[in-house]
T-cell receptor
Framework: DAKTTQPPSMDCAEGRAANLPCNHS???????VYWYRQIHSQGPQYIIH???NNETNEMASLIITEDRKSSTLILPHATLRDTAVYYC???????????????FGKGTHLIIQP | DTGVSQNPRHKITKRGQNVTFRCDPI?????LYWYRQTLGQGPEFLTY????????KSRLLSDRFSAERPKGSFSTLEIQRTEQGDSAMYLC?????????????FGPGTRLTVL
């Protein structure tokens, strides 16, 4: 079973920031938080990942709470092309013995409204 | 394009036939993963390779499924005696393991339909 909890769906207006929450209250100290998204009928696309600190790249920002029990993915200026299913995944580090496959839940279906 | 590629993109077969899919990972990636995704669900892990060694198999990988990665480059996934329940998208991902954590990059998938 997935170790994360996400809302099944969210709407966001085009041009606004989309904030996608994820709960991972049982996360271990050596587990990373990963975000992927999947546009209909395509393979999942990597977005961002983090361990403790907040992270930012050209696609998004990842905010991880201090206790690491939840995180938020932020798409700063959502466009219609950001409509997709967004998956939040926790994964143990390689040094923690992890080389497992990713465990996907059902994700959040983000719909960007024009 | 230097991403993960998969062939064929679509495959329609009759029940009982064997099918084989191919995955070409990103160059120099030493890990390769296979997943299966059915309609409305997230991808489910099947198996993975580190170089040419198959190191883990999910309980989802029945005896009819076999995967290979000769010489640690491309990989093939074969399904023997296909069943209608095998209809799904089969996804491949690759990553470069170098300590810490490895990020998996996915291909476009092969959609299998078993009639």
């Amino acid at each position: 079973d997935a170790k994360t909890t996400q809302p099944p769906s969210m709407d966001c207006a085009e041009g606004r920031a989309a904030n996608l929450p994820c709960n991972h209250s049982t996360i271990s100290g050596n587990e990373y938080v990963y975000w992927y998204r999947q546009i209909h009928s395509q393979g999942p696309q990597y977005i961002i990942h983090g361990l403790k600190n907040n992270e930012t790249n050209e696609m998004a920002s990842l905010i991880i709470t201090e206790d690491r029990k939840s995180s938020t993915l932020i798409l700063p200026h959502a466009t219609l092309r950001d409509t997709a299913v967004y998956y939040c995944i926790v994964r143990v580090s390689n040094s923690g013995g992890g080389a497992d496959g990713l465990t996907f839940g059902k994700g959040t279906h983000l719909i960007i409204q024009p | 394009d230097t991403g993960v590629s998969q062939n064929p993109r679509h495959k329609i077969t009759k029940r009982g036939q064997n099918v084989t899919f191919r995955c070409d990972p990103i160059s120099e990636h030493n890990r390769l993963y296979w997943y299966r995704q059915t309609l409305g669900q997230g991808p489910e892990f099947l198996t993975y390779f580190q170089n040419e060694a198959q190191l883990e198999k999910s309980r989802l990988l029945s005896d009819r499924f076999s995967a290979e990665r000769p010489k640690g480059s491309f990989s093939t996934l074969e399904i023997q005696r296909t069943e209608q329940g095998d209809s799904a998208m089969y996804l491949c991902a690759s990553s470069l393991e170098k300590g810490g954590t490895d990020t998996q990059y996915f291909g476009p998938g092969t959609r299998l339909t078993v009639l």
